[in-house]
């Protein structure tokens, strides 16, 4: 009875170890990345040896793959190789996927594409398989609105639609050379005149201003002619509009305008010959040496100036006295060393801008 009990159990005991065996043996390329150890059937103590052998195997081979540190890169791949000349693997095909994560050490191991002042551009591996799928859900824009439109007025000379940080910018009128304004053309001059001294001298006709005593001599508001020339800058002053203004900030601003000019007026002619005018036909000479647009401009503000001169006996300002108030707004004395040189030059002005207004006005 003992031996035959024995037996029995170590049978059963075996079939039991059979089936254990047997599911080690499905298990033998676990993710661990170790086999399960087939044993015989045995008595009880050795059984349980070799149970905990096994499970002390599998155990430390886990731990070792999963806590095993980065190791730093070896020899470059054929892949990567092919990857930095430009080729993929595969015999051509640049679909070269890369079955690892990049370490700090890998990315500084990544070939550089010298850019000159600009740096160097990386060439980076392409994105693994397993993060393109995030790539899929980002489509091209179906619906693109326009909120936002900037047309140029060719009747007032100015854009519209713009930003409001950008009105003082495209629309400035003052400081800015003529050449890059918008004009006017009139029969009797040959370049065009620019819209904004155009618009002034009609806004103090309008006003009539040409009647109002102390014209272009009495200063205005000094804050509502920088009201004034701020909304000329941004395009926002309308010429109907019934807001009244100060018939001599028109006037002030026509002068403003001509000494804000990067480069003034008489700057295009030799000093010299503007010292030696003594008579209306030496400013003749003179003014028609001008470059153009200066000449027509100039030409332009003589014959206001002429227009202004005819209302003499109710203004009060005379040919003299509107080459006195106006005259230095049209040369810079920056250029001169000797202040007594500049206040010289400055009468002269004076004299030869006279001269000027008289030849006008005896050709009409």
Sequence with gaps: NGNGNGNGYNQNYGGSQQ?????????????????????????????????????????????????????????????????????????????????????????????????GPLGNL?????????????????????????????????ETGRYEGLPKEWLEHLNKQFGVHPKDLPGIAFNQYQSKIPKVLCMLRNALEEANGYQQVGIFRLAPNASDNKAVKEKIDKGQLNENSEEKVDVNVYANLIKVWFRDLPDPLLNCVNPDLIEHVSSQS??????????????????????????????????????????IVVGPNLFNTDKFENPMKAMTYSGKVVEFFKHAILWRQSSM
């Design 19 to 115: 089936q254990q065996n047997k599911y080690g043996q499905q298990n033998q390329y676990n993710d661990y990345g170790s086999s399960q150890q087939q044993v015989q059937p045995s008595y009880n103590n050795q059984q349980n040896q070799n149970n905990n052998q096994g499970y002390n195997d599998n155990h430390n081979s886990y731990n070792n793959n999963k806590y095993q540190p980065a190791q730093s890169p070896g020899p470059m791949s054929p892949d990567t190789a092919a990857l930095k000349n430009g080729v993929g693997s595969g015999g051509g095909n640049n679909n070269f996927q890369p079955t690892y994560h990049l370490t700090k050490e890998q990315h500084k191991s990544i070939p550089t594409v010298p850019l």
């Design 122 to 154: 990386k060439i980076l591996p392409p994105k693994q398989q397993k993060h393109l799928s995030g790539d899929k859900k980002i489509k091209q824009p179906t619906a693109v609105e326009h909120k936002m439109r900037v047309t140029h007025n060719k």
């Design 282 to 323: 030496d400013a003749a000479d003179v003014v028609n040496s001008f470059p153009e647009p200066n000449k027509s401009i100039f030409l332009w503000l003589c014959d206001m100036c002429v227009d202004i001169a005819i209302h003499e006996k109710t203004n009060k300002m005379s040919a003299q006295n509107m080459a």
